[in-house]
């Protein structure tokens, strides 16, 4: 798989993923390493609203399968802990549960809510018991509006990911997005993660497959822009109507923006419209096997059902048809690789580049 991992860095030049790149299981396997040190979203504050709450997380169910539980302690504080048991490797919380302490069922192991080992029946004459190896692992934690964010080996700081993102973000009412569990929904896509992504980071397909949402967005006017760790699809407007009102201290007031649509390295989108935020979480299942988990947040509920974010259910069964159609195609013994639009795929080369730097570190 040389050719997948070698991406020019001109993209004039460029030749994008190979087509084996799309349907290899060892690229697959070996994308787990990727994720590892990449930060993944894995829940928010509802999650654990008040002290002596404790959710358990299952992070990237189906390919990383890492079971974690969140908890708040007494002292108002969110942890991110392993939710394995450190005696004989037992879940400790199968499902949402409050109280002062944890404590695993097999053998009854107690854990305070930061994941320290407090006692255990039958262990008074184990020494040195309880020690800092008997507690549960922490993993580092990460709020932003409301969303918290962990990782299992860290490659970056979390805010060389968020800061530009919240940047581009200011003056857009975040501290009033609500959880809106009655709109989201779970699809299955079959079709290699990286695919649905590509798809997501180029406008250039909307007048082609989404006629609706064409009418909502000027794709001409899509502005890209490059992140670290990511990057932002300005969405313009065909008309005034449906648009943020942004103030003076956006970098984008005056704008007629209609959507913002980040995407974080690897697998997380963020679509902010005027009614609120739709995130996309793109979850490899298989090689050509995909989860996307769609979570609603609602800040303006009058205008939901208005502008580019009108039908997100419509928009997603037209991409899946297309994405999948295109997982067929990319295993055809005659396609080899693309090449990227300078104009319209800047974002997919840029992905493209994370993904195979990536790859080349894991190896």
């Known amino acids: 798989m040389t050719t997948a991992l070698q991406i020019d860095e001109d993209i004039r030049t460029a030749r994008t993923l190979s087509g084996r790149f799309y349907s290899d299981p ?17 829940g928010d504050e509802s999650d654990v609203r008040t002290p002596g709450m404790a959710s358990p997380v299952m992070l990237l169910p189906g390919f990383l399968d890492e079971p974690l539980l969140l908890t708040r302690d007494l002292e108002d504080t969110i942890h991110c802990l392993s939710n394995v048991c450190t005696h004989r ?20 192991r107690r854990f305070a809510l930061d994941g320290r080992c407090l006692a255990m029946p039958e262990f008074e004459q184990v020494v040195g018991f309880p020690s800092p190896v008997d507690d549960l ?58 695919l ?23 794709y001409q006017r899509t502005e890209i822009e490059l992140l670290p760790w990511g990057s932002l ?40 419209y005027p009614w609120g935020l739709s995130i996309n979480v793109v979850e490899p299942l298989a090689v050509d096997r995909t989860r996307v988990r769609f979570r609603t947040y609602v800040s303006d509920p009058e205008r939901l059902g208005r502008g580019a974010g009108a039908d997100l259910d419509r928009v997603e069964r037209e991409d899946e048809e297309v994405v999948e159609a295109t997982q067929f195609g990319t295993r ?17 080369h840029h992905f493209h580049r994370m993904l195979a730097a990536g790859l080349a570190a894991a190896a």
């Open 26 to 42: 060892e690229v697959h396997r070996r994308l787990e390493k990727v994720f590892e040190r990449c930060w993944l979203l894995a």
């Open 196 to 218: 649905y992504c590509d798809n997501y980071l180029e406008s250039f397909h909307v007048p082609f497959v989404h006629p609706s949402l064409a009418k909502a967005l000027d």
């Open 137 to 194: 692992p922490r993993l580092p934690l990460e709020r932003w509006a409301n969303l918290l964010f962990t990782c299992l080996e860290p490659g970056v700081p979390f805010a060389d990911l968020i800061t530009p993102l919240a940047d581009r973000l200011a003056g857009v009412p975040l501290g009033s997005l609500r959880p809106a569990p009655e709109l989201s929904r779970d699809y299955l896509v079959k079709a290699n993660w990286a």
């Open 332 to 348: 055809s013994r005659l396609y080899r690789f693309g090449r990227y639009s300078p104009t319209k795929e800047q974002a997919v």
């Open 233 to 272: 699809q300005l969405g313009v407007a065909t008309g005034a109507e449906d648009c943020f009102e942004l103030p003076r201290s956006s970098p984008y007031h005056g704008r007629d923006v209609a959507g913002f649509y980040f995407h974080l390295f690897p697998n997380l989108m963020l679509n902010f």
């Open 89 to 108: 490797g037992m879940l400790i919380a199968e499902a949402p549960c409050r109280g002062k302490t944890l404590r695993c069922r097999y053998h009854g």
